[in-house]
């Protein structure tokens, strides 16, 4: 068992101080989140806003319910300065009145497999998140001519094409695969949470006027090669910037852009993000349903439909720059 150094954890413009007691806790936080982990900057110490520290305590026994089962839960309890935030392997302490927040998580079962490990990791990190007032989307985001527009959807929905498009007309990437939207004021503003972008061979062909250097790879099941964004397009994650659109793409036969009312803009951001919280009962979910409620008001909502045909895309240029 090796623990991993110091690094800087990321989750867009949220920043702080991971130590961990095993490298694999570590690898497992990068895969869940999409995150690079990096030595802190002695110029960033004073500014982050958390340190977590993830150890080990195999001795402490999982809740059980009346059974003698697993609860396979989420639990929450508070007491004056401190919140517990625990699954059937994990349990978080954070006291969250300190300046940086501090975050203990115990790891409390030994030799689990790696995948459990990810999946309770992103439950727990998910609410840990939501009480720090993140959420994590996955999503694009792109700031043209002022405007940031965030685009939503499931994998092949076209979210990294959209965002290459409106890069390549001038527009800045904050993120394409992940985007973390926190309150601030009446408003709500959005960072993208990684530097990096995937493209496909037609999508390289496109919008590249020569190959890409990085090799090709399998990403779940499709070829792509991944870049660092700014080094083709203006880039700026790990920023705040004020949110004002929210559409859902789709590949259809034609490109269209309709308006969505509330509900159903809120029904589909549940459909694309509620499968990574977990609630421990009624009101914990109407506190996370207020929240993406607030972000529904706050911006303007829209079914994106997009052609197979990348051409069409300048529609979208030029929808966006008349919003």
């Not at 409390?108 to 990810?118: I, R």
């Not at 990684?194 to 061979?201: L, Y």
């Not at 397009?233 to 034609?254: E, N, Q, V, Y």
């Not at 929240?291 to 895309?313: E, N």
Request: aromatic share 8%.
């Amino acid at each position: 068992m090796t623990a991993s150094p110091p690094a800087m954890l990321r989750f867009g413009s949220l920043y702080g101080r991971l130590q961990s007691a095993q490298q694999v806790y570590t690898e497992a936080l990068a895969l869940v989140f999409g995150v690079g982990l990096h030595p802190l900057p002695p110029d960033r110490e004073a500014g982050r806003h958390f340190d977590l520290t993830i150890i080990d305590d195999p001795g402490i026994v999982p809740a059980v319910n009346e059974f003698g089962l697993r609860s396979n839960s989420l639990t929450l309890s508070d007491t004056p300065g401190r919140t517990t935030i625990a699954t059937d392997v994990l349990r978080a302490e954070l006291l969250l009145d300190r300046q940086p927040a501090d975050i203990r998580l115990t790891v409390l079962q030994s030799g689990l497999d790696f995948a459990v490990l990810c999946v309770h990791f992103g439950v727990l990190v998910h609410k840990m998140l939501f009480l720090l007032d993140r959420v994590v989307l996955h999503a694009a985001a792109v700031e043209l001519d002022g405007v940031v527009s965030v685009f939503v959807g499931h994998k092949g929905a076209g979210k990294s094409t959209t965002s290459l498009a409106l890069a390549k007309a001038g527009g800045t990437v904050l993120g394409e695969d992940q985007v973390v939207l926190r309150r601030q004021g009446a408003g709500y503003v959005v960072s993208g949470g990684d530097e990096r972008s995937r493209v496909t061979e037609r999508t390289e062909r496109h919008f590249f006027a020569e190959p890409l250097a990085a090799p090709a790879r399998d990403f779940a099941g499709t070829l792509k090669k991944e870049i660092r964004m700014g080094d083709h397009f203006r880039s700026r994650p790990f920023h705040d910037f004020p949110a004002h659109r929210l559409l859902f793409p789709r590949i259809a036969g034609k490109f269209e852009l309709r308006p969505l009312k509330s509900q159903q803009a809120l029904v589909r951001l549940l459909a694309y993000n509620g499968h990574f919280q977990r609630f421990e009962g009624g009101r914990d979910q109407a506190a996370f349903l207020d929240y993406l409620a607030g972000f529904i008001a706050s911006v303007s909502c829209w079914d994106l439909s997009l052609s197979d045909d990348l051409h069409q895309l300048d529609r979208l240029v030029e929808a966006s720059r008349s919003a």
